[in-house]
């Protein structure tokens, strides 16, 4: 996880800043009881995250402009009987805002860690992709094939490159959504692979905008598509919730953007009971043995990111 270091980056009324920390906090003590937890922050910041995490979450002296681990951070992958740290070069979105720290990010982290650095030739971020574990990538070809990210590039030289740095066999494009958020339309926010062949896919019923509309396109393609096994999907559609606290234009209320730890499923809480009841049973059920623990991350979730976009596994 990565410590939001960087006040001006917020808008917001009073000591909005500083509940931001204090959800990022919870949500690292919750994970910690669970499996080892470690915090990238800023020496001057260690302190305050200490107190605000708990004792049981590591803190690593390295500098972090924000919070989003999942798309600042490397992606860890397995290389023989080693992990290996993939520095996607991440550039703020596309260059919509400004992360000078948070460009080193992945390659400290992969220091830190003993990982061999990889650098693919692609700018990217984590949030964009999602694997199933047996060869299938699955992401949206707004946030991978846009010059703000990777000029030049045609769709099949970045699935090319992809397949060499991942070791995946087979790539899924859905078509996503370009300039309507900061992400260019995150692959994390909407699909999420629950086991090879069965995806979890977050529903906006009634919704007609552009997003419901890509929404529909991905789960097309999906249903004429197999995976790198030859398996047809399974969809299991996860409805978002309708009656949230915040007012934030950009607030994310999707429960698929959760993250799965060792022994839990960490996923929001919005405050819409009948919503966040089914989330937690539909969850359950997908997830046998793991204890799904519902946490209210407004003020991450408001921002237009949620618990998987600032949570990034690495690997035993």
């Not at 090879?196 to 789960?219: F, K, M, N, R």
């Amino acid at each position: 996880m990565a410590w939001p270091s960087t006040p001006s980056i917020y808008k917001g009324p009073g000591a909005y800043f500083e509940s931001i920390q204090e959800t990022l906090g919870r949500l690292a003590a919750a994970i910690a009881e669970n499996e080892p937890v470690s915090m990238a922050a800023p020496a001057d910041q260690h302190a305050l995250a200490a107190r605000l995490c708990g004792p049981k979450v590591q803190l690593v002296d390295i500098p972090t402009d924000d919070m989003w681990a999942r798309d600042s951070g490397p992606v860890f992958v397995r290389k023989g009987d080693d992990i290996a740290a993939v520095d996607f070069g991440f550039n703020g979105w596309g260059n919509k805002q400004a992360h000078p720290r948070d460009g080193k990010l992945a390659a400290q982290i992969a220091t830190s860690a003993g990982a061999e650095r990889l650098e693919p030739g692609l700018c990217g971020e984590g949030g964009g992709i999602e694997y199933d574990g047996d060869g299938t990538l699955l992401l949206t070809e707004s946030c991978w094939v846009n010059d703000n990210r990777n000029p030049g590039l045609t769709r099949a030289e970045i699935e090319k490159r992809l397949k060499a740095v991942l070791g995946v066999e087979s790539v899924i494009w859905v078509p996503g959504v370009r300039g309507l958020d900061i992400t260019d339309g995150h692959i994390d926010g909407s699909l999420r692979f629950v086991e090879p062949g069965l995806i979890v896919a977050s529903s906006y019923p009634g919704d007609t905008s552009e997003w419901a509309q890509a929404h529909d396109a991905a789960l097309a393609i999906l249903a004429k598509t197999r995976d790198a096994r030859g398996r047809t999907f399974q969809i299991v559609s996860l409805p978002s919730a309708t009656q949230v606290r915040s007012t934030s234009d950009d607030f994310l209320s999707s429960y698929a953007n959760y993250y799965v730890g060792n022994g839990a499923l960490y996923t929001p809480q919005f405050g819409d009971r009948k919503a966040d009841a089914l989330a937690k049973d539909v969850l359950g059920r997908l997830h046998p043995g793991r204890r799904i623990v519902q946490l209210d991350a407004d003020r991450i979730y408001e921002n237009g990111g949620g618990i998987h976009c600032v949570t990034q596994q690495q690997p035993r």
